[in-house]
């Protein structure tokens, strides 16, 4: 099976509010899966519907293979939340000493060496640790774990620059181990940074799906100056994702089909026509902008 | 593991009340005897030991019952952790029924403990009151008045605050107490009597004699494990 999030025409209201809108997703096995998308567009909600702290409304989900409902899938899974909340009842040592037992992958080995090298104080509550240690300490939670499958939300958060490198760098060591990485960001730059694949989702529905590699070698930037613009209805091609007008120049995305695009240019008197590579940023905004 | 967890969870709040029934319950029997020389001159501790296990103890263990019901996932959603909880493998039953049973055995310890307080306080002052008859008057009280813990986890499971749950479970607490207490359909309900019927207690000795009636008991816990399931039912379906 080479899916670990599997979800089908998944739906969320919250009263009048539809957070998620028919949302179809297929995550791959293996490697950094970046799950990019603005404030509000649904990524956590799709992620509290995966973990089941939250029920769709409608549609399917599945997580390697079985129903979010399921409490043993669990035993296979690692998750860190946005606030990295943890009991603040308990020390270091006592919410590593609870969570061990639950997983069978737990490697001691890995629990000691994290313990040394975040330098987290085993006797203090973690009432009392910041939100850089609280991290720090969400992380060896997970990690030690070794599990199938890693899910993050917006786990550079609130971190500073120098935590938040070292956090992105420990989930390119844990998918280097095996382990499928799946990170809610809405900062692209930290997506495109340790993303192997990317899905981008907008007002709850996929926007954009592929691989890092796939997206940025498949969409391109045509510019076309004109001295007489013709209409934009002109472009609405097989092809063209989206087209912007700028006073003499025509600006279309393409997704495929570059060179017939570009080949437009002369037909219809263009004076110059550029072909450009576009970033996961630009991509992003254009598909944002589209909806 | 889970049930390390919700022990941990509600330990201080154990502790505490427990203190606070002890001290409770060792003052009320103190100023009982007290205010009844006579107690002390005849070493006699039976009626200033079953005043305070039908009055002040009873009162006290009800709002604490409801306390000791407080808490769980929703009141976790609101400080946060809910999310890791919830990403264990452990089913949310298994998280409501761990949570209901360790605050269940509270409830029964802080029933308990402090009713064996009275025989204690008693032979610290050379009197005497049975033993026996303190623990079967804290196990009556610990189960029969399981109603008002199953309040205390059906309130946590539908309102988040805190104080929200704690003001709503106490007022129906006194709401179900008073209730079956003045109103005259209702009275052969009253949770107090039920536990301590007065029918049953010689009044020369003050200590309870024959067969005790379990019906008013068996239907308080028939209806705190209704309460139950409605709480378990509710966390079972809601978001989080």
């Not at chain 2, 009055?55 to 604490?64: D, E, H, I, K, S």
């Not at chain 2, 003001?167 to 009253?190: C, D, E, P, W, Y």
């Amino acid at each position: 099976m080479n899916a670990v999030v599997q979800t089908t025409q998944l739906t969320k209201v919250y009263g009048t509010n539809r957070a998620l809108n028919g949302l179809t997703m297929t995550v791959p096995r293996g490697g950094i899966i970046g799950f990019l998308g603005r404030n509000g567009s649904g990524k956590s909600t799709t992620i509290r519907i995966l973990l089941d702290v939250i029920r769709q409304t409608s549609g399917e989900a599945t997580i390697l293979g079985e129903p979010t409902r399921s409490a043993t899938v669990r035993r296979r899974i690692g998750f860190l939340g946005e606030d990295k909340r943890l009991y603040p009842y308990m020390t270091v040592e006592e919410i590593i000493a609870f969570t061990r037992p639950f997983f069978s992958t737990w490697r001691r080995d890995t629990e000691a060496r994290l313990l040394r090298e975040f330098e987290l104080p085993a006797r203090r509550k973690v009432s009392s640790l910041s939100k850089g240690m609280r991290t720090k300490l969400g992380l060896l939670l997970n990690l030690c774990r070794h599990s199938e499958f890693l899910i993050l939300d917006e786990p550079s958060e609130g971190l500073d620059p120098v935590m938040a490198e070292q956090m992105l760098q420990s989930l390119v060591q844990q998918a280097a181990d095996g382990t499928t990485v799946f990170f809610s960001s809405h900062q692209i730059s930290e997506v495109e940074q340790i993303a192997d694949y990317v899905i981008a989702i907008e007002k709850g529905r996929v926007i954009l799906e592929g691989s890092l590699d796939q997206l940025q070698q498949q969409f391109r930037r045509i510019n076309l100056v004109f001295d007489d613009p013709p209409p934009p209805d002109a472009f609405r091609r097989d092809g063209v994702d989206h087209v912007i007008v700028q006073g003499r120049t025509i600006s279309i995305l393409a997704s495929h089909n570059v060179d017939e695009l570009s080949a437009l240019g002369p037909l219809l008197a263009a004076k110059s026509v550029e072909v450009h590579p576009i970033s996961l940023k630009e991509l992003f905004l254009e598909k944002v902008k589209e909806r | 593991m889970p049930i390390y967890k919700v022990w941990r969870e509600s330990r201080s709040r154990f502790l505490f009340i427990l203190a606070a029934l002890l001290l409770i319950t060792a003052a009320s029997t103190f100023y009982n005897a007290q205010a009844e020389k006579v107690v002390i001159e005849a070493k006699d501790f039976h009626e200033a030991g079953f005043r305070t296990l039908q009055g002040p103890l009873f009162l006290f263990w009800g709002f604490a019952a409801v306390f000791l019901g407080l808490g769980g996932l929703l009141r976790e959603r609101s400080v946060g952790t809910v999310d890791y909880t919830l990403s264990l493998p452990v089913s949310r039953t298994r998280w409501f029924l761990y949570r209901a049973v360790n605050g269940a055995l509270q409830a029964i310890a802080v029933a308990v403990i402090p009713a064996l307080a009275v025989p204690v306080m008693a032979r610290f002052f050379g009197g005497d009151y049975p033993a026996g008859e303190a623990l079967v008057h804290g196990l009556r009280l610990g189960i029969g008045g399981m109603l008002f813990y199953s309040i205390g986890l059906l309130v946590s499971a539908l309102f988040p605050g805190e104080f929200t749950s704690a003001g709503i479970g106490i007022a129906l607490v006194f709401a179900v107490n008073n209730g079956t207490r003045v109103i005259q359909s209702l009275k052969q309900l009253n949770l107090q009597d039920a536990i301590t019927p007065m029918q049953m207690v010689d009044t020369s000795t003050y200590l309870t004699r024959g067969q005790m009636p379990c019906i008013g008991i068996c239907l308080s816990f028939a209806l705190s494990v209704v309460l139950s399931s409605v709480a378990w039912k509710v966390t079972s379906n809601r978001d989080f």
